[in-house]
Protein backbone atom coordinates (compact mmCIF):
# COMPACT_ATOMS: atom_id res chain seq x y z
CA UNK A 1 0.00 0.00 0.00
CA UNK A 2 0.93 3.45 -0.96
CA UNK A 3 1.52 6.07 1.77
CA UNK A 4 1.05 9.66 1.33
CA UNK A 5 4.41 11.87 1.51
CA UNK A 6 6.31 13.65 4.84
CA UNK A 7 4.43 15.11 7.71
CA UNK A 8 4.65 15.26 11.21
CA UNK A 9 3.07 13.73 13.83
CA UNK A 10 1.99 13.99 17.28
CA UNK A 11 -1.12 12.47 18.60
CA UNK A 12 -3.53 13.31 21.00
CA UNK A 13 -6.88 11.49 21.64
CA UNK A 14 -8.92 10.81 24.41
CA UNK A 15 -9.06 7.01 24.53
CA UNK A 16 -9.13 4.67 26.65
CA UNK A 17 -5.06 3.52 28.10
CA UNK A 18 -4.15 0.28 29.51
CA UNK A 19 -3.44 0.01 33.13
CA UNK A 20 -0.29 1.69 34.55
CA UNK A 21 1.48 -1.72 35.14
CA UNK A 22 2.31 -1.79 30.56
CA UNK A 23 4.47 0.97 29.18
CA UNK A 24 1.90 1.76 26.66
CA UNK A 25 3.17 5.25 24.99
CA UNK A 26 6.67 7.27 24.88
CA UNK A 27 7.90 7.99 28.43
CA UNK A 28 5.96 5.35 29.98
CA UNK A 29 2.47 5.36 31.50
CA UNK A 30 2.66 8.75 33.60
CA UNK A 31 4.72 10.35 30.92
CA UNK A 32 7.43 11.02 33.07
CA UNK A 33 9.65 7.92 32.31
CA UNK A 34 8.75 6.75 35.57
CA UNK A 35 6.80 3.69 37.72
CA UNK A 36 7.44 4.56 41.03
CA UNK A 37 6.17 1.08 42.52
CA UNK A 38 8.33 -0.60 40.02
CA UNK A 39 10.11 -3.48 41.52
CA UNK A 40 13.05 -4.59 39.78
CA UNK A 41 16.43 -6.73 39.90
CA UNK A 42 19.40 -4.91 42.21
CA UNK A 43 22.03 -7.48 40.40
CA UNK A 44 22.77 -9.50 37.39
CA UNK A 45 23.64 -13.54 37.77
CA UNK A 46 27.31 -13.61 37.33
CA UNK A 47 27.23 -14.39 33.36
CA UNK A 48 25.32 -10.48 33.41
CA UNK A 49 21.76 -9.91 32.22
CA UNK A 50 19.53 -12.46 31.58
CA UNK A 51 18.33 -11.92 28.15
CA UNK A 52 15.03 -13.47 27.61
CA UNK A 53 15.03 -13.09 23.75
CA UNK A 54 16.25 -11.11 21.00
CA UNK A 55 14.98 -10.76 17.21
CA UNK A 56 16.75 -8.67 14.82
CA UNK A 57 15.33 -5.21 13.29
CA UNK A 58 16.89 -2.78 10.51
CA UNK A 59 18.92 0.21 11.93
CA UNK A 60 16.74 2.92 13.57
CA UNK A 61 15.87 4.94 17.15
CA UNK A 62 12.67 3.78 17.38
CA UNK A 63 11.82 2.91 21.31
CA UNK A 64 9.00 0.22 22.18
CA UNK A 65 5.28 0.48 24.12
CA UNK A 66 4.00 -2.43 26.16
CA UNK A 67 0.88 -3.93 26.52
CA UNK A 68 -1.24 -6.66 27.90
CA UNK A 69 2.06 -9.12 27.01
CA UNK A 70 2.82 -7.64 23.78
CA UNK A 71 5.59 -5.29 22.35
CA UNK A 72 4.88 -2.49 19.49
CA UNK A 73 7.49 -1.09 17.64
CA UNK A 74 8.33 0.84 14.66
CA UNK A 75 11.05 -0.30 11.88
CA UNK A 76 11.85 0.72 8.68
CA UNK A 77 12.80 -1.92 6.20
CA UNK A 78 15.47 -1.14 3.26
CA UNK A 79 14.49 2.42 3.23
CA UNK A 80 11.33 1.03 1.28
CA UNK A 81 8.62 0.75 4.35
CA UNK A 82 7.40 1.76 7.52
CA UNK A 83 6.48 -1.75 9.73
CA UNK A 84 4.88 -2.26 12.81
CA UNK A 85 5.85 -4.74 14.69
CA UNK A 86 3.23 -7.00 17.24
CA UNK A 87 5.89 -9.03 19.44
CA UNK A 88 5.25 -11.38 22.09
CA UNK A 89 6.68 -9.92 25.67
CA UNK A 90 7.35 -13.44 26.84
CA UNK A 91 9.13 -15.08 24.30
CA UNK A 92 9.98 -12.28 20.92
CA UNK A 93 7.60 -14.37 18.51
CA UNK A 94 6.04 -11.99 15.72
CA UNK A 95 2.64 -11.95 16.38
CA UNK A 96 1.61 -9.90 13.80
CA UNK A 97 2.96 -7.22 11.48
CA UNK A 98 1.47 -3.88 9.41
CA UNK A 99 3.38 -2.45 6.61
CA UNK A 100 3.01 0.89 4.59
CA UNK A 101 5.38 1.27 1.62
CA UNK A 102 7.19 5.32 1.64
CA UNK A 103 10.73 4.92 -0.57
CA UNK A 104 12.83 6.76 0.57
CA UNK A 105 16.01 7.78 2.92
CA UNK A 106 16.53 9.55 6.06
CA UNK A 107 19.39 11.52 7.64
CA UNK A 108 19.96 8.77 10.34
CA UNK A 109 18.20 6.60 8.68
CA UNK A 110 15.49 4.51 10.07
CA UNK A 111 12.26 4.73 12.80
CA UNK A 112 12.03 7.30 15.37
CA UNK A 113 8.35 7.20 17.20
CA UNK A 114 7.34 5.09 20.21
CA UNK A 115 3.73 3.63 19.28
CA UNK A 116 0.84 4.79 21.37
CA UNK A 117 -1.15 1.54 22.34
CA UNK A 118 -5.00 2.42 23.58
CA UNK A 119 -7.81 0.11 24.11
CA UNK A 120 -8.68 -0.43 20.09
CA UNK A 121 -6.15 1.44 18.39
CA UNK A 122 -2.20 1.73 17.73
CA UNK A 123 -0.80 5.60 17.03
CA UNK A 124 2.75 5.45 15.19
CA UNK A 125 4.74 7.75 12.81
CA UNK A 126 7.35 7.18 10.47
CA UNK A 127 10.50 9.72 10.07
CA UNK A 128 8.65 11.78 7.06
CA UNK A 129 5.87 12.22 9.23
CA UNK A 130 3.10 9.80 8.19
CA UNK A 131 0.50 9.71 11.11
CA UNK A 132 -0.56 5.86 11.19
CA UNK A 133 -3.93 5.18 13.11
CA UNK A 134 -3.90 0.98 12.93
CA UNK A 135 -6.94 -1.32 14.21
CA UNK A 136 -5.60 -3.53 17.51
CA UNK A 137 -7.72 -6.30 16.61
CA UNK A 138 -8.29 -6.33 13.09
CA UNK A 139 -4.89 -5.20 12.35
CA UNK A 140 -5.96 -2.70 9.37
CA UNK A 141 -5.28 0.79 8.75
CA UNK A 142 -8.19 3.50 10.15
CA UNK A 143 -6.33 6.29 8.80
CA UNK A 144 -3.00 7.79 7.21
CA UNK A 145 -2.64 11.27 7.72
CA UNK A 146 0.31 13.25 5.55
CA UNK A 147 0.57 16.55 7.36
CA UNK A 148 3.67 17.77 5.12
CA UNK A 149 1.37 17.54 2.22
CA UNK A 150 -1.82 19.09 3.69
CA UNK A 151 0.41 22.14 5.53
CA UNK A 152 3.13 22.42 2.67
CA UNK A 153 6.27 21.99 4.70
CA UNK A 154 9.31 20.30 4.57
CA UNK A 155 10.16 17.68 7.36
CA UNK A 156 12.95 18.97 9.53
CA UNK A 157 16.58 17.78 8.08
CA UNK A 158 16.54 14.65 10.59
CA UNK A 159 13.38 13.12 9.99
CA UNK A 160 10.39 13.67 12.13
CA UNK A 161 11.01 11.78 16.10
CA UNK A 162 7.09 12.53 17.15
CA UNK A 163 5.08 10.33 19.27
CA UNK A 164 0.99 9.94 19.42
CA UNK A 165 0.27 11.68 22.74
CA UNK A 166 -2.97 10.63 24.06
CA UNK A 167 -4.95 14.45 25.28
CA UNK A 168 -8.50 15.23 25.20
CA UNK A 169 -10.58 14.76 21.89
CA UNK A 170 -8.53 15.22 19.56
CA UNK A 171 -5.05 13.59 17.78
CA UNK A 172 -2.56 16.46 18.38
CA UNK A 173 -0.61 16.37 15.45
CA UNK A 174 2.65 18.89 15.04
CA UNK A 175 3.47 20.31 11.03
CA UNK A 176 5.98 23.01 12.91
CA UNK A 177 5.69 24.87 9.65
CA UNK A 178 6.09 28.87 9.61
CA UNK A 179 2.36 29.69 10.30
CA UNK A 180 1.10 26.33 11.99
CA UNK A 181 2.77 24.58 15.23
CA UNK A 182 0.26 21.91 16.26
CA UNK A 183 -2.90 20.96 14.84
CA UNK A 184 -5.86 19.00 16.36
CA UNK A 185 -7.55 16.26 13.90
CA UNK A 186 -10.70 14.29 14.32
CA UNK A 187 -9.69 10.70 15.59
CA UNK A 188 -12.38 9.45 13.97
CA UNK A 189 -11.63 11.21 10.43
CA UNK A 190 -8.31 12.82 10.30
CA UNK A 191 -10.39 16.03 10.14
CA UNK A 192 -8.26 18.98 11.27
CA UNK A 193 -10.56 20.26 14.46
CA UNK A 194 -7.96 23.81 15.10
CA UNK A 195 -4.32 25.07 14.63
CA UNK A 196 -2.19 26.39 16.93
CA UNK A 197 0.36 29.21 16.49
CA UNK A 198 3.86 28.31 15.72
CA UNK A 199 6.04 26.64 18.03
CA UNK A 200 9.80 26.74 15.33
CA UNK A 201 11.39 24.12 13.90
CA UNK A 202 11.55 21.25 15.90
CA UNK A 203 12.78 17.18 15.53
CA UNK A 204 10.79 16.92 19.07
CA UNK A 205 7.11 15.94 20.10
CA UNK A 206 4.52 17.49 22.22
CA UNK A 207 3.99 16.54 25.52
CA UNK A 208 0.93 16.74 28.02
CA UNK A 209 1.70 18.55 31.25
CA UNK A 210 0.45 19.45 34.33
CA UNK A 211 1.24 22.89 35.09
CA UNK A 212 -0.17 25.49 38.02
CA UNK A 213 -3.10 23.15 38.31
CA UNK A 214 -4.00 22.91 34.83
CA UNK A 215 -3.04 20.55 31.92
CA UNK A 216 -1.24 21.71 28.98
CA UNK A 217 0.47 20.60 25.52
CA UNK A 218 3.65 21.90 26.10
CA UNK A 219 6.42 21.52 22.80
CA UNK A 220 9.94 23.04 22.14
CA UNK A 221 11.13 24.71 19.14
CA UNK A 222 13.88 26.95 17.80
CA UNK A 223 13.75 30.22 15.17
CA UNK A 224 16.84 31.91 13.63
CA UNK A 225 19.00 30.91 16.97
CA UNK A 226 16.64 31.56 19.12
CA UNK A 227 15.22 28.65 21.44
CA UNK A 228 11.26 28.37 21.65
CA UNK A 229 9.01 26.69 24.50
CA UNK A 230 5.43 27.29 24.07
CA UNK A 231 2.47 25.70 25.66
CA UNK A 232 -1.31 25.67 24.46
CA UNK A 233 -4.55 24.74 25.85
CA UNK A 234 -5.32 21.20 24.34
CA UNK A 235 -9.32 21.90 23.67
CA UNK A 236 -9.14 24.88 21.14
CA UNK A 237 -5.15 25.36 20.77
CA UNK A 238 -5.27 28.56 22.49
CA UNK A 239 -1.54 29.83 23.09
CA UNK A 240 -1.24 29.66 26.66
CA UNK A 241 2.58 31.35 27.18
CA UNK A 242 5.90 30.96 24.93
CA UNK A 243 9.07 31.18 26.55
CA UNK A 244 12.14 32.28 24.25
CA UNK A 245 15.82 32.81 24.89
CA UNK A 246 18.62 33.34 22.17
CA UNK A 247 21.36 30.74 21.60
CA UNK A 248 24.91 32.03 22.11
CA UNK A 249 26.73 29.84 19.00
CA UNK A 250 25.23 27.89 16.07
CA UNK A 251 21.86 26.10 14.92
CA UNK A 252 19.55 24.32 17.62
CA UNK A 253 17.89 21.11 17.01
CA UNK A 254 14.78 20.71 19.21
CA UNK A 255 14.41 16.95 20.16
CA UNK A 256 14.42 16.55 24.14
CA UNK A 257 10.88 18.32 25.65
CA UNK A 258 10.74 19.26 29.64
CA UNK A 259 10.46 17.18 32.88
CA UNK A 260 8.12 18.39 35.52
CA UNK A 261 9.58 18.98 39.08
CA UNK A 262 7.12 20.54 40.60
CA UNK A 263 3.36 22.28 40.40
CA UNK A 264 5.19 25.49 38.67
CA UNK A 265 9.02 24.32 37.98
CA UNK A 266 10.38 22.24 34.79
CA UNK A 267 13.97 21.24 33.71
CA UNK A 268 14.25 22.09 29.44
CA UNK A 269 17.35 20.45 28.23
CA UNK A 270 18.66 20.39 24.99
CA UNK A 271 22.05 20.46 22.94
CA UNK A 272 23.54 21.94 20.09
CA UNK A 273 24.78 25.07 22.93
CA UNK A 274 21.05 25.13 24.36
CA UNK A 275 22.27 23.68 28.34
CA UNK A 276 19.85 23.16 30.57
CA UNK A 277 17.31 25.47 32.05
CA UNK A 278 15.48 25.89 35.53
CA UNK A 279 12.27 27.20 34.52
CA UNK A 280 9.28 28.56 36.81
CA UNK A 281 5.55 29.32 35.99
CA UNK A 282 3.63 32.08 37.34
CA UNK A 283 0.31 33.61 36.55
CA UNK A 284 -0.20 37.10 36.73
CA UNK A 285 -3.28 38.70 35.90
CA UNK A 286 -4.59 36.18 34.46
CA UNK A 287 -1.22 35.40 31.64
CA UNK A 288 1.49 32.65 32.49
CA UNK A 289 4.98 34.02 32.96
CA UNK A 290 8.11 31.82 32.50
CA UNK A 291 11.18 32.80 33.88
CA UNK A 292 14.51 31.25 34.10
CA UNK A 293 16.12 30.78 37.93
CA UNK A 294 19.15 28.71 37.23
CA UNK A 295 21.19 27.79 33.62
CA UNK A 296 23.37 24.93 33.32
CA UNK A 297 25.81 24.94 30.35
CA UNK A 298 25.63 21.13 29.61
CA UNK A 299 22.43 20.11 28.02
CA UNK A 300 20.89 16.32 26.94
CA UNK A 301 21.38 15.78 23.25
CA UNK A 302 18.41 13.31 22.87
CA UNK A 303 16.67 12.13 26.12
CA UNK A 304 14.95 14.91 29.28
CA UNK A 305 15.39 15.46 32.66
CA UNK A 306 14.67 12.53 35.13
CA UNK A 307 13.41 13.41 38.45
CA UNK A 308 13.78 10.08 41.33
CA UNK A 309 12.74 11.89 44.45
CA UNK A 310 14.69 14.92 45.13
CA UNK A 311 16.95 14.56 42.75
CA UNK A 312 16.52 15.16 38.67
CA UNK A 313 19.20 13.33 36.41
CA UNK A 314 20.79 14.48 33.02
CA UNK A 315 21.71 11.51 30.22
CA UNK A 316 24.45 14.02 29.08
CA UNK A 317 27.20 12.18 27.50
CA UNK A 318 30.88 13.31 26.96
CA UNK A 319 31.89 14.42 23.74
CA UNK A 320 30.21 11.83 21.80
CA UNK A 321 32.46 12.59 18.54
CA UNK A 322 35.81 12.85 20.41
CA UNK A 323 34.81 9.56 22.11
CA UNK A 324 33.65 7.98 18.95
CA UNK A 325 36.60 8.91 16.84
CA UNK A 326 38.98 7.64 19.73
CA UNK A 327 37.29 4.02 19.56
CA UNK A 328 37.23 3.47 16.29
CA UNK A 329 40.92 3.84 16.87
CA UNK A 330 40.68 1.92 19.23
CA UNK A 331 42.05 4.42 21.58
CA UNK A 332 41.06 5.61 25.28
CA UNK A 333 39.35 8.79 25.43
CA UNK A 334 41.39 11.68 27.82
CA UNK A 335 39.43 12.40 30.91
CA UNK A 336 38.36 15.96 30.87
CA UNK A 337 39.94 18.50 32.38
CA UNK A 338 39.47 19.66 35.79
CA UNK A 339 37.68 22.93 34.87
CA UNK A 340 35.71 20.99 32.33
CA UNK A 341 31.82 21.67 32.38
CA UNK A 342 29.73 18.54 34.02
CA UNK A 343 29.14 15.65 31.70
CA UNK A 344 28.38 11.99 31.48
CA UNK A 345 25.57 10.95 33.78
CA UNK A 346 24.66 14.49 36.15
CA UNK A 347 22.65 14.57 39.22
CA UNK A 348 21.32 17.92 40.56
CA UNK A 349 18.63 19.12 43.06
CA UNK A 350 15.58 20.42 41.63
CA UNK A 351 16.86 23.68 41.71
CA UNK A 352 19.55 22.74 39.26
CA UNK A 353 22.37 22.87 41.99
CA UNK A 354 24.76 20.00 40.61
CA UNK A 355 25.82 17.65 43.10
CA UNK A 356 27.59 14.61 40.93
CA UNK A 357 28.32 14.24 37.20
CA UNK A 358 30.45 11.03 35.78
CA UNK A 359 32.25 12.38 32.81
CA UNK A 360 33.68 9.56 31.03
CA UNK A 361 33.37 6.92 33.58
CA UNK A 362 31.24 6.38 32.77
CA UNK A 363 29.73 8.93 30.13
CA UNK A 364 26.92 6.48 29.31
CA UNK A 365 26.59 8.52 25.67
CA UNK A 366 23.49 10.06 26.01
CA UNK A 367 21.35 7.06 26.57
CA UNK A 368 18.13 6.50 27.57
CA UNK A 369 17.27 6.69 31.67
CA UNK A 370 14.47 5.87 33.08
CA UNK A 371 13.24 5.40 37.00
CA UNK A 372 11.80 1.30 38.39
CA UNK A 373 11.35 2.18 41.95
CA UNK A 374 13.56 3.90 42.60
CA UNK A 375 16.28 2.26 40.79
CA UNK A 376 17.54 4.02 37.89
CA UNK A 377 18.23 1.74 34.57
CA UNK A 378 20.01 3.17 31.78
CA UNK A 379 21.09 2.19 28.30
CA UNK A 380 24.48 3.56 27.55
CA UNK A 381 24.10 5.26 24.04
CA UNK A 382 27.61 4.19 22.72
CA UNK A 383 27.69 0.74 23.37
CA UNK A 384 24.08 -0.59 24.81
CA UNK A 385 25.43 -1.45 28.15
CA UNK A 386 22.59 -2.13 30.69
CA UNK A 387 23.45 -0.27 33.91
CA UNK A 388 21.48 -0.66 37.43
CA UNK A 389 22.18 2.62 39.06
CA UNK A 390 21.32 3.67 42.83
CA UNK A 391 20.18 6.98 43.13
CA UNK A 392 21.98 9.33 46.12
CA UNK A 393 24.24 11.67 46.72
CA UNK A 394 27.30 9.75 45.05
CA UNK A 395 27.57 7.50 41.38
CA UNK A 396 27.12 4.30 42.48
CA UNK A 397 26.39 1.67 39.91
CA UNK A 398 24.86 -1.56 41.11
CA UNK A 399 25.70 -3.74 38.02
CA UNK A 400 26.36 -3.70 34.76
CA UNK A 401 26.64 -5.87 31.92
CA UNK A 402 26.48 -6.40 27.83
CA UNK A 403 23.02 -7.26 26.17
CA UNK A 404 22.74 -7.30 22.38
CA UNK A 405 24.41 -10.41 20.57
CA UNK A 406 25.29 -8.44 17.75
CA UNK A 407 27.71 -5.49 17.33
CA UNK A 408 24.88 -2.83 18.50
CA UNK A 409 26.21 0.03 16.49
CA UNK A 410 26.08 3.81 17.16
CA UNK A 411 24.02 6.06 18.67
CA UNK A 412 21.86 3.79 21.13
CA UNK A 413 19.52 6.01 21.69
CA UNK A 414 15.84 4.26 21.50
CA UNK A 415 13.79 5.33 24.63
CA UNK A 416 13.69 2.19 26.94
CA UNK A 417 10.54 0.44 27.65
CA UNK A 418 9.68 -1.83 30.98
CA UNK A 419 6.44 -4.35 32.13
CA UNK A 420 5.87 -7.03 33.94
CA UNK A 421 9.43 -7.91 35.26
CA UNK A 422 10.78 -6.98 31.72
CA UNK A 423 13.22 -4.24 30.20
CA UNK A 424 12.99 -3.99 26.30
CA UNK A 425 16.20 -2.57 24.56
CA UNK A 426 17.00 -1.62 21.29
CA UNK A 427 20.27 -1.36 19.08
CA UNK A 428 20.93 -0.31 15.81
CA UNK A 429 20.09 -4.01 15.00
CA UNK A 430 18.16 -5.79 17.56
CA UNK A 431 15.23 -5.70 20.05
CA UNK A 432 16.24 -7.39 23.27
CA UNK A 433 14.11 -8.06 26.54
CA UNK A 434 15.74 -8.55 29.48
CA UNK A 435 14.20 -9.92 32.64
CA UNK A 436 14.85 -7.64 35.21
CA UNK A 437 12.05 -9.11 37.45
CA UNK A 438 12.78 -8.76 41.51
CA UNK A 439 14.36 -12.32 43.13
CA UNK A 440 11.16 -13.87 44.88
CA UNK A 441 11.96 -13.83 48.58
CA UNK A 442 12.96 -17.47 50.31
CA UNK A 443 10.59 -20.04 50.71
CA UNK A 444 8.11 -18.75 48.13
Not at 31 to 44: H, K, L, Q, T, Y
Not at 217 to 244: A, C, E, H, I
Not at 368 to 374: A, M, Q, T
Request: one cysteine or more.
Amino acid sequence: MKAPAPLFLACSVFLTLPLPADWPRFRGPHGDNSIPGAEVARSFPAHGPKVVWSVDVSEGYGGSAIVDGKVFAMDRVDQEKDVLLCLDLADGKELWRWENEVPGRINHPGSRSVPTVTADAIYCSSGFGHVYCIDRETHETRWIVDVAKDFKVQPPRFGYSIHPVLAGDFCIVAPTSEEVGLAALDPETGKVAWRSKPVGESHSSPILAKLLGREMLVMPGSRNGTLMLTGFDPKDGTQLFQYTEKLSRGRHNAIPNICVVGKDRVFFTGGYGQGTQVLDFAEKDGAIEVTKSHNLATGATIHPVLKVGDQAYLSAGNDRRGRRRNRDRGQESPAPAADAPPSGLICMKLDGEVLWSTGSQPGLGGGSIINLGGTIVSQDGDDGTLRLLEPGPTYRELAAGKVFSKEPGRELWAPLAFADGHLVMRSQHQIACVDLSAPKPAGD
